[in-house]
């Protein structure tokens, strides 16, 4: 990738009907290859920048050792021919089941040079979870991390007759692959490679499954083509840094899921440094954060929301609360004025008292050397983005799916409007459907879902899917403003419409809530019934510490739940939720749980999105005890 003296911005060409902006184009910065694959990458960066550190790998003593374009390419080839030698054939699949490693990128490279299809599986994935994924696929190889998780597929063996290979990358997999396709010529891995194209099938990824089993997403080599090289094309100052310190990425979310996967994918394409840190244990990722000093992070609200949290929670036990709430103000207010406003001299000034004292805190706990984050998944939310970007760290938000190969919109950059998820990705166009639905199209949605019948358009979506001609519908409710920036307001599927006829999305009010220190999760309720309510669990790190404030440490939860201090809190963080819907569609009444919505319990998903059916039909009689009024 050339590097840009300034990012490429094109406005969008907006289609108005009746005086509303319903649809909103983005021409494309980057076409898609005509020939070549995923596979092709790391042999083009050691051709072009052999020296190049395009990765790191972090050591047992915790520093960081960078991997140069030409050495991750011999990798590459080494495992490549270690596939073939073990007897995968062209297009067969192989799961990966692992946290976020260097391995897994590796295994990923390899298989696409050696011309098989890539099945992410969560770590956190059930057997049966896992067993329906490798399945579905059809997945004739499996790597897995470690020995739990090696036991875990070894019990469904006997239902996955056409599973050849379990591989355990802890007991040195990898190397034994390389070992094993010693014998195997260079030629055969350049002969896979040059018989992929763009439309060969690159990866199946499973979606979430929040109504029922999850559905394999057909990516091909053109839909990661197109969103990662648009991506890095309108994000300049992220993924092509002009300044001293270049470009650089630490990843932590699960490469399972399409974000965290689109970035890798962007960070080898743009020979931009990506490492690896596969625990998010707060104290493990602050460590690796500071070791590997990113520029730039991929990040879900929940993180921001938790660094934002932690660090107001130290300035309480230091007797510091009001200060850091006022810094807060200031750096929210500061960050309100990103993209066309002016801040006056004394806000300034403000800012420029609190910067050493609370905002380079914040940028030293994500590394010290962050200056931007993409954060996606779900939406951030207006005053934490305007706090990070008050604090010195610019946030772009994007907004898409797993059949979107990841971003639709993104904040694009010198042009922000918080509170939206932007314009549409270069080479994406965005419809508002007549029901208020999302429409999506483009050359990075996908091919289809894996198993449907033959000639079936995707669920959801028109024909034609694949390559751009035909609409997504994304089972999203947003709309388009004036300058074609896009706002979701909730999930199609998620509305809830109350006995009185007022249709409520739930989302704006959720997010709201779970930004707050206390709460976990949050569940609002009220189809068919007369008013809104929600189901509340707290968050332990931050109750933890509001019961050592308070010197309660003591008491049992089941009370704690109905401790009136407790609740006035809570209390207080739903009257500021409801600020932002109107009366009828406010939250009259809520019940804390006592304990938390698990992946485990079959109340999120591995994404950690909500199960509403399941949460309805397990506290069934809390939610019938909001209603009662006697």
């Known amino acids: 990738m050339e590097l840009q003296t300034a990012p490429k911005l094109v406005e969008p060409v907006r289609t108005v009907v009746d005086g509303v902006v319903r649809e909103v184009e983005v021409p494309a910065l980057a076409g898609v290859p005509d020939s070549g694959s995923l596979g092709d990458i790391p042999f083009r960066n050691a051709r072009e920048a052999p020296r190049t550190a395009v990765l790191s790998r972090k050591a047992q003593d915790g520093t960081w050792h960078d991997v140069t374009a030409a050495e991750f390419a011999a990798e590459v080839l080494a495992v490549a ?30 298989a ?45 063996r006997p239902n996955l007759p056409w599973l050849a290979h379990l591989w355990e990358i802890d007991t040195g997999a990898v190397a034994r692959l390389a070992k094993a396709g010693e014998q195997v010529p260079d030629a055969v891995v350049h002969a896979r490679r040059a018989a992929r194209t763009p439309d060969s099938v690159a990866t199946l990824i499973y979606t979430s499954g929040t109504t029922g089993r999850p559905k394999g997403c057909v990516i091909t080599h053109a839909n990661f083509f197109a969103e990662a090289d648009n991506a890095v094309e309108l994000l300049h100052p992220v993924f092509k840094s002009v300044s001293k310190e270049p470009a650089s990425t630490l990843l932590f979310l699960p490469l399972s899921h399409v974000f965290g996967r689109m970035v890798a994918v962007g960070c080898l394409r743009a020979r931009v440094r990506l490492g690896h840190a596969p625990s998010i244990r707060t104290e493990d990722l602050l460590a690796d954060l500071a070791g590997f000093r990113p520029t730039f992070l991929l990040a879900i609200p929940y993180v921001l929301e938790k660094v934002y949290n932690t660090a107001r929670a130290t300035a309480e036990r230091m007797g510091r609360a009001s200060s850091f709430d006022r810094a807060a103000r200031i750096a929210q207010r500061y960050g309100e004025t990103a993209g066309g406003g002016t801040p006056g001299l004394g806000l300034r000034a403000a800012r420029a008292l609190y910067d050493p004292l609370v905002y380079r805190r914040i940028r030293a706990a994500l590394g010290g050397s962050v200056r931007y984050v993409i954060s996606g998944g779900s939406p951030l939310g207006r005053r934490l983005a305007a706090f990070y970007n008050g604090a010195g760290i610019e946030v772009f938000e994007g907004y898409g799916l797993t059949e979107t190969t990841g971003a639709s919109t993104v904040t694009p950059p010198q042009k922000p409007r918080l509170g939206t998820v932007g314009w549409p990705l270069p080479g994406t166009a965005v419809r508002i459907a007549d029901d208020g639905e999302v429409l999506l199209r483009g050359r990075h949605v996908f091919a289809g879902y894996w198993n449907t019948a033959a000639g079936e358009a995707p669920s959801g979506a028109g024909g034609g899917v694949g390559g751009g001609v035909g609409w997504l519908a994304t089972g999203d ?73 308070r010197r309660k440490e003591t008491v049992p939860m089941r009370e704690l739940v109905r401790d009136e201090e407790l609740r006035a809190e809570l209390q207080r963080a739903v009257d500021e939720a409801n600020r932002l819907v109107s009366r009828s569609e406010s939250i009259r009444r809520f019940t804390v749980l006592p304990g938390q919505f698990t992946e485990a319990g079959g109340h999120l998903t591995p994404s950690l999105k909500l199960r509403r059916a399941a949460v309805l039909r397990d506290y069934e009689g809390e939610i019938a005890g909001l209603y009662d009024e006697t």
């Open 112 to 156: 696409w040079a050696a011309g098989l299809v890539t099945v992410p599986v969560y770590p956190t994935s059930s057997a049966l979870q896992a067993r329906w994924i490798i399945q579905d696929s059809g997945a004739v190889a499996c790597a897995v991390e470690d020995t739990a998780q090696a036991r875990l597929i070894s019990t469904e």
């Open 477 to 549: 409710i947003g709309e388009l403003d004036a300058e074609g920036y896009l706002t979701i307001t909730g999930r199609k599927k998620d509305l809830i419409i109350t006995s009185a006829g007022k249709n409520v999305a739930p989302a704006p009010l959720e997010d709201w809530l779970r930004a707050h220190p206390l709460v976990g999760q949050c569940m609002v309720v009220g189809d068919n019934r007369p008013y809104v309510t929600a189901l509340i669990t707290l968050e332990p790190e931050g109750l933890a510490h509001w019961r050592a404030m």
């Open 81 to 110: 021919k270690g596939l073939i030698a073990e007897g995968l054939r062209e297009g067969d699949r192989i799961a990966i089941m692992a946290r976020t490693t260097y391995e897994w990128t590796l295994l990923d490279f390899a």
